[in-house]
């Protein structure tokens, strides 16, 4: 398999659809404390490896970060770890405030 990158506004529609899909912030939790999405499933990339058999291979998985490093990261990870199919959102949660959702912080 490989990873997939989706811009926010394809998160932004997904999220619109009610589509099916797990979106895993990989963020620390002070930096969740400054900007979230609702509904977004918290595993700190610190944590991951810990805490991966909470998380299900087979569901569609998007993940996200600041700005999307550490997200790429973690999907490349996720992908080589068997999960089916994993999408990074390019550009975090920064770039989701700024062109989806301005009521979310910025950092």
């Known amino acids: 398999m490989s990873v997939r990158e989706i811009d926010v506004t394809e998160l932004a529609r997904w999220r619109s659809e ?7 912030d990989v963020r620390e939790p002070d930096e969740i404390a400054k900007a979230a ?3 977004a499933v918290l595993i700190p990339m610190s944590r991951l490896t810990e805490r991966i058999a909470e998380l299900d291979p087979s ?3 998007a993940v996200l970060c600041h700005h999307g490093g550490r997200s790429a990261m973690v999907a490349d990870y996720l992908d080589d770890a068997g999960f089916t199919s994993v999408a990074n959102v390019d ?3 920064d770039a989701y405030a700024k062109l989806v959702d301005p009521s979310i912080g910025r950092y």
Do not use: S
């Open 59 to 61: 569901a569609e998985t």
């Open 37 to 39: 999405i609702e509904g």
């Open 91 to 93: 550009g975090g949660i």
């Open 18 to 24: 009610d589509r099916a899909f797990v979106l895993l």
